[in-house]
C-alpha cells in the first residue's frame, strides 16, 4: 500500500491560495492520486483525481511531477468554508477498498 | 450526482444495547459498500467490506461478531454495533462508489454514535 504523508496543519487568511503537498513514494505505477475533503461530522467529499501532470476542475488543480513520487492540491483564493481536513489518497485500479488508506490529512484553517 | 445516505446521523444508547445504522446508495447500486469508523481527530479507518448477497470482509482487528453487516440488497448495507460499550462511541461512515480513473467513491454523512 502507497503510504502518504501530509502536514498536519496549516493556516492561510481569506482569498490566499493554498497549496497542500503530499508525498506518496511507494505509488504504484497504475495508482491514483485522489484527494477529499472533510467538514466536521460529515463524511468526506471528493474534491479531485489525477494521474500526473496536471489536473484543475472548478474548486482546485492538482499537480503532479514527472516521477509521481508527491502531488499538490492547490485551492485559490481560500474562504472560511474551506477550513476543514484535506486527505491525499493513492487509489489502485483494482477495486480493493484495502487501498483507500486514509492518513492523517492535512487540517487546513482559514482565518479572516 | 450519486448520493450515499446513512441513517441516524446520531444516535445515543446504553451500554449493553445493539444499534444499527443503514446506508444507502440512493441512485446507483451498490455490489459493494465499505464501512469506516473515525475517532476524535483522527483519521478514517476502514471496517469492513460489504459485499451484497455475501459475507462481508473485516479488516484485522474488527470484531466482526460485535459489528455485524448485513448487506441484503444492491442499494442498502446495515452496520449493526451489538452490545455497545462506551469505547465503541465513534463516527461511523459508510461509502460507496467506484475509484480509479473513471470512478468516485461517495461518502455517506456518517452516523455519531454515543454509548452512555
Known amino acids: 500500500l502507497a503510504k502518504t504523508t501530509q502536514p498536519i496543519s496549516m493556516d492561510s487568511y481569506e482569498g490566499q491560495e493554498v497549496n497542500i503537498t503530499c508525498s506518496h513514494n511507494?505509488?504504484?505505477?497504475?495508482?491514483?492520486i485522489t484527494w477529499y475533503q472533510q467538514f466536521p461530522s460529515q463524511g468526506p467529499r471528493f474534491i479531485i483525481q489525477?494521474?500526473?501532470t496536471k489536473v484543475t476542475n472548478e474548486v482546485a488543480s492538482l499537480f503532479i511531477p514527472a516521477d509521481r513520487k508527491s502531488s499538490t492540491l492547490s485551492l485559490p483564493r481560500v474562504s472560511l468554508s474551506d477550513t476543514a481536513v484535506y486527505y491525499c489518497?493513492?487509489?489502485?485500479?483494482?477495486?480493493?477498498?484495502?487501498?483507500?488508506?486514509f492518513g492523517s490529512g492535512t487540517q487546513l484553517t482559514v482565518l479572516p | 450526482g450519486a448520493v450515499v445516505s446513512q441513517h441516524p446521523s446520531w444516535v445515543i444508547c446504553k451500554s449493553g444495547t445493539s444499534v444499527k445504522i443503514e446506508c444507502r446508495s440512493l441512485?446507483?447500486?451498490?455490489?459493494?459498500m465499505f464501512w469506516y469508523r473515525q475517532f476524535p481527530k483522527q483519521s478514517l479507518m476502514l471496517m469492513a467490506t460489504?459485499?451484497?448477497?455475501?459475507?462481508?470482509?473485516?479488516e484485522q482487528g474488527v470484531e466482526k461478531d460485535k459489528f455485524l453487516i448485513n448487506h441484503a440488497s444492491l442499494t442498502l448495507s446495515t452496520l449493526t454495533v451489538t452490545s455497545a460499550h462506551p469505547e465503541d462511541s465513534s463516527f461511523y461512515i459508510c461509502?460507496?462508489?467506484?475509484?480509479?480513473?473513471?470512478?468516485?467513491?461517495?461518502f455517506g454523512e456518517g452516523s455519531r454514535l454515543t454509548v452512555l
Open positions: 461509502s460507496a462508489g467506484q475509484w480509479g480513473a473513471d470512478g468516485e467513491l461517495f
Open positions: 511507494n505509488i504504484a505505477t497504475n495508482d491514483y
Open positions: 489525477g494521474y500526473k
Open positions: 489518497l493513492v487509489v489502485g485500479t483494482s477495486g480493493s477498498a484495502r487501498q483507500l488508506t
Open positions: 441512485d446507483f447500486q451498490a455490489t459493494t
Open positions: 460489504s459485499n451484497e448477497g455475501s459475507k462481508a470482509t473485516y
